[in-house]
């Protein structure tokens, strides 16, 4: 089984990359490796990946030759791309169209015609909801993005649909909810809070702190990938992948300082432009397409999220 990951150096195409691997996949992985966060997270990432059944390719999918990337892949899972819905606004703003939208045009371009592709996995996003119409949201909803992020994740989203209408590309799409765990990029809440608590740092909350997440738990969103890559679905389709969790986010600090043993200090800003009231999906389809459910609680993923950041930042605080 071979299989091409994008974004192969970042926090959820590594994780994925260590699955496919222990699963007996030969992964070819592609990063450009942006600064968008500490590059050394990503090298660190790739030097755990290193290893058998591993090539990786470094470069930039708006600018690399993808035919011979992509000659005898079965499953492409396309991770790479531009996250981060609060930064998304202004200038910055190419750099989503540029990775989100344009690079997913590219790539989905040239396999369109592959004879040896199965399946080609969408890292989508719950931030093409906006604040939603209802909730829990299903993905037959209206999507009504809120940010410019996720007018990005959309475009890139209907670019894999019709792709798959037109010329019988198989793509799929995950809409993957707030993804948490060991790794998480460390512009994202709790990567923050727990090194807050590690390191005696001040954590700031965007708003009141009564925004709720649906989050997920990194190696859920993992398994949601493979489910995808193997199982028979019709080109276009799209799923939610949450994690069930509807909290919000000063109840989600409880729950990390209650696994942490200590509390945090918080100050108040601003709430962000871009940022929802509210995020929560169904997961009833892909349950019953692809028979996934979450499968980690919050404290559970918590307590690994914190101990991950325990072995990073060493323990300045409790001891
Ligand atoms: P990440 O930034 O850690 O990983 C993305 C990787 O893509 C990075 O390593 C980056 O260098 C690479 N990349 C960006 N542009 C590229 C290009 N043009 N060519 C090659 N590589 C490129 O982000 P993540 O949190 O792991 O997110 C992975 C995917 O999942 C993204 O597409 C993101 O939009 C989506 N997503 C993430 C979350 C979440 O909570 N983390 C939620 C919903 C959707
Ligand atoms: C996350 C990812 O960053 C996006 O890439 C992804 O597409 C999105 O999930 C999604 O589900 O589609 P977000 O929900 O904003 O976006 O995730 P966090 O960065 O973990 O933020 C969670 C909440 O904490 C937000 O309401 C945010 O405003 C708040 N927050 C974050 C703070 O109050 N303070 C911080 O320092 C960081």
Redesign the pocket.
């Known amino acids: 089984m071979k299989a091409l990951v994008?974004?192969?150096?970042?926090?959820?195409?590594s994780r994925l990359v260590t699955r496919l691997k222990a699963d007996g996949f030969d992964v070819v992985g592609?990063?450009?490796?942006?600064d968008?966060?500490d590059r050394s997270i990503?090298l660190d990432n790739l030097r755990r990946l290193q290893g058998d059944n591993f090539e990786f390719i470094e470069?930039?999918?708006?600018s690399?030759n993808l035919v011979p990337l992509v000659k005898d892949v079965e499953y492409i899972f396309?991770?790479?791309?531009?996250?981060g819905v609060r930064k998304s606004w202004g200038k910055d703003f190419s750099a989503y169209t540029?990775?989100?939208i344009a690079?997913t045009q590219i790539l989905l371009e040239t396999v369109k015609d592959s004879a040896s592709l199965k399946k080609f996995v969408y890292?989508?996003?719950?931030?093409v909801y906006g604040n939603a119409e209802r909730y829990p949201t299903s993905e037959s909803d209206r999507p009504q993005p809120l940010s410019p992020?996720g007018v990005t994740?959309l475009a890139a989203e209907h670019l894999c649909s019709l792709y798959g209408e037109n010329f019988g590309v198989p793509t799929v799409s995950l809409?993957?909810?707030?993804?948490?765990g060991p790794g998480?990029?460390p512009d994202?809440a709790f990567t923050r809070f727990v090194r807050a608590l590690l390191t005696d740092g001040e954590v700031r909350i965007f708003g009141t702190g009564e925004q709720i997440r649906d989050y997920?738990f990194v190696d859920d969103v993992v398994d949601a990938n493979v489910r995808a890559a193997l199982s028979k679905s019709e080109p276009g389709e799209v799923f939610n992948v949450a994690g069930g969790t509807n909290i919000s986010l000063l109840d989600a600090i409880h729950t990390l300082e209650t696994v942490a043993g200590r509390s945090m200090r918080l100050t108040h800003v601003d709430k962000v432009a871009g940022d929802v009231a509210r995020t929560g999906g169904t997961t009833d389809k892909i349950n019953t397409a692809l028979g996934w459910a979450p499968t980690v609680t919050l404290t559970d993923g918590l307590t690994e999220h914190f101990e991950w950041g325990r072995r990073i930042w060493s323990d300045s605080v409790g001891g």
Do not use: C, E, W
């Not at 994008?6 to 195409?13: D, I, L, N, S, Y």
């Open positions: 994008t974004g192969a150096a970042g926090f959820v195409g592609v990063d450009s490796i942006t968008y966060y990503k470069g930039d999918l708006n690399l396309h991770q790479a791309g531009q996250p540029r990775a989100n690079a890292a989508s996003s719950s931030s992020y994740k809409r993957y909810f707030t993804v948490y998480q990029r994202m997920t």
